[in-house]
Every structure is written in C-alpha cells, then in structure tokens.
C-alpha cells in the first residue's frame, strides 16, 4: 500500500538535471530523502 501523493513533476531542461536529490521533512520533524533517477525510478530513504 502506498500512502505517498504526488506533489510535484520533474520536467529535465538546461538548468534541473537528473537525478534529483530532495530532502522531505514532516510536521514532527522527521526526514526523509528522496532520489529521482533518469530511467524514472524513485527512491525514499
């Protein structure tokens, strides 16, 4: 079961460039660091 929406799309151009490295950080503070990678995968750490 996956709990997660989407809050946003990464669309490639000159000056984003996969992959993209985020870092989530929740109401209690709590983190968590997502990767997007070219080929689309997606990874929460």
Do not use: K, S
Not at 19 to 24: E, G, K, S
């Amino acid at each position: 079961m996956n709990d997660f929406t989407d809050l946003l799309e990464h669309r490639e151009n000159d000056v984003f460039t996969l992959p993209v490295n985020m870092m989530v950080v929740d109401a209690r503070g709590e983190a968590a660091r997502v990767v997007i990678r070219a080929d689309g995968t997606q990874y929460l750490h």
